[in-house]
């Protein structure tokens, strides 16, 4: 599987592009959805609560830099850094999602740890 075929890369893609509501179409009405950061943990059963926690976020220059992709049947994984500023990598991810037969993301976990990253891209 290519970065390009993968469900979650074009969510990142259009979240960080600021295409609250393109991403939030890939989802499905019911996502079950865990966000994992550094202390906490942010659980939902649907759009609304994942859009809540995004807008919740206020406004960010964050991109996700996916650097790997994976699908295995239903399920996918993306890894890749989180980078702020356009220079500053500030993490990594985990993220895996269950994609229902209608392509759309039907459960999503992500996992985000600030330390430690197993590889990191180039940044230009």
Do not use: C, W
Not at 21 to 46: C, Q, W
Not at 49 to 67: I, K, Q
Request: aromatic share 8%; hydrophobic share 40%; charged share 25%.
């Amino acid at each position: 599987m290519s970065l390009t075929d993968s469900t979650l890369v074009s969510y990142y893609a259009k979240i960080d592009a600021g295409d609250l509501d393109g991403g939030l179409e890939l989802l499905a009405p019911g996502v079950s959805f865990a966000i994992i950061l550094p202390g906490t943990a942010v659980r939902g059963e649907n759009r609304r609560g994942v859009r809540e926690y995004l807008e919740g976020r206020g406004p960010v220059d964050r991109r996700h830099v996916p650097t790997h992709a994976t699908r295995e049947g239903e399920l996918e994984f993306v890894y890749g850094a989180v980078v702020e500023d356009g220079v500053t990598i500030t993490g990594h991810f985990l993220a895996s999602a269950r994609i229902g037969d209608d392509g759309l993301i039907a459960g999503y976990q992500v996992a985000f740890d600030p330390e430690l990253g197993l590889v990191s891209p180039a940044l230009s």
